[in-house]
């Protein structure tokens, strides 16, 4: 009785073993297929956003094109905007570049179409925070940058603090709140590099890059999934010669 009994334990041992292994087949593949469809998308959003960025610029989208703005949709579109700057409202937002630590420098432009655009002028450095060593070009001027959606918030594990000062993302409504600007676009603008790079704010420093680790990813998990095969291979072929095998007398 006991000697019937311990080949079928073993043999249900054996079933629920591939069972556990061929489910977990078929989740590595279904990973492995899943990052293949998002490199697939990020190359076409990484396509689109570099057609944005090198596209003739357009202009900024008006009050009545607002509700319909999403980053996927939008960010980083080259625009042309026309108004005057109001640099009394300019605030400074922690920022970290090419140039060491600083900040960015948002102000305020009352658009000849009537409306507000937060313009991120460029970078300064900390010790040049300043306004009186900025370029401050009166009257209606013209600028070209990109389209940036809002970083409601904060930085990492950083909150912005109107009340001290302290701003660690472009978060456009809390900015406007601060600011007493009303209502403004939902996005804000990357001001283009200027004629003069000697002059600050710093301009066309937007750093336009995604991650696209997908093709590793899906390697991963397909040759995760060769192995798990490889493995029930191993374990049906030792279990096959198990029972082939003659038992001693």
């Known amino acids: 009785m006991g000697d019937e009994a311990t080949p079928r334990r073993s043999r249900g041992a054996l079933v629920a073993i591939n069972l556990v292994g061929l489910l977990l087949v078929a989740a590595f593949l279904g990973l492995g297929i899943w990052q293949v469809q998002r490199r697939a998308w990020k190359l076409d959003l990484i396509a689109r956003v570099e057609a944005r960025v090198r596209a003739e610029p357009r202009p ?14 939008d960010a980083y579109r080259h625009l042309r905007l026309t108004g005057t700057f109001e640099y009394d409202r300019s605030t400074l937002v922690q920022a970290l570049t090419a140039f060491g630590g600083g900040f960015w420098v948002l102000t305020p432009l009352r658009s000849d179409r009537g409306f507000t655009v937060l313009v991120n002028r460029g970078f300064v450095p900390a010790e040049r925070r300043d306004p ?30 109107p009340a001290t000062e302290r701003w660690y993302s472009r978060d456009v409504a809390a900015i406007a709140g601060a600011r007493g600007l009303g ?40 040759a995760l999934a060769a ?22 007398e």
Do not use: K
């Open 60 to 73: 900024a989208p008006g009050p009545a094109d607002w509700p319909a703005i999403t980053e996927e949709a």
């Open 132 to 161: 009186a060593g900025w370029s401050q070009p009166l009257g209606t001027v013209t600028l070209t940058g990109l389209l940036r959606v809002s970083e409601p918030g904060g930085g990492f594990l950083r909150s912005n603090e």
């Open 183 to 222: 209502e403004v676009a939902p996005y804000f603008v990357d001001a283009d590099a200027g004629a003069d790079a000697e002059l600050l704010p710093v301009g066309g420093l937007t750093v336009v890059s995604f991650r696209n680790e997908h093709l590793v990813y899906a390697l991963t998990w397909f």
């Open 227 to 248: 192995m798990t095969i490889g493995a029930l291979a191993y374990l049906g072929r030792e279990a096959l010669a198990g029972r082939t095998r003659t038992p001693p």
